[in-house]
Nanobody, 112 residues
Framework: QVQLVESGGGLVQPGGSLRLSCAVS????????IGWFRQAPGKEREEISC????????EYAEPVKGRFAISSDNAKNTVYLIMSGLQPDDTAVYYC?????WGQGTQVTVSS
């Protein structure tokens, strides 16, 4: 059974940083890509970043390009989303996804 568990969310001031983790179980993180999505209140879920495990290639949506970085630690079967320069517009529930599998989400709130 594939499971994805996010952690690392919280409350942060504008300009601050957070590192989200997506712990994967049920398969070895050595081939399939992992995506990070977010859903803000009243808005649709949007993909913000993904990593192709097989070659390490990464992609970012325009709103987070240059501020967020995705990486993987295959030995720990974990994918990270390092977020810096956070702004109130980044407030959302953040999810990781692989194929049909989703985590439960972790709340990120950016507020002074």
């Amino acid at each position: 059974q594939v499971q994805l568990v996010e952690s690392g969310g919280g409350l942060v001031q504008p300009g601050g940083s957070l590192r989200l983790s997506c712990a994967v179980s049920g398969y070895t993180l050595d081939y399939y890509g992992i995506g990070w999505f977010r859903q803000a209140p009243g808005k649709e879920r949007e993909e913000i970043s993904c990593i192709h495990i097989i070659d390490g290639a990464t992609e970012y949506a325009e709103p987070v390009k240059g501020r967020f970085a995705i990486s993987s630690d295959n030995a720990k079967n974990t994918v990270y989303l390092i977020m810096s320069g956070l702004q109130p517009d980044d407030t959302a529930v953040y999810y990781c996804q692989q194929g049909d599998f989703w985590g439960q989400g972790t709340q990120v709130t950016v507020s002074s």
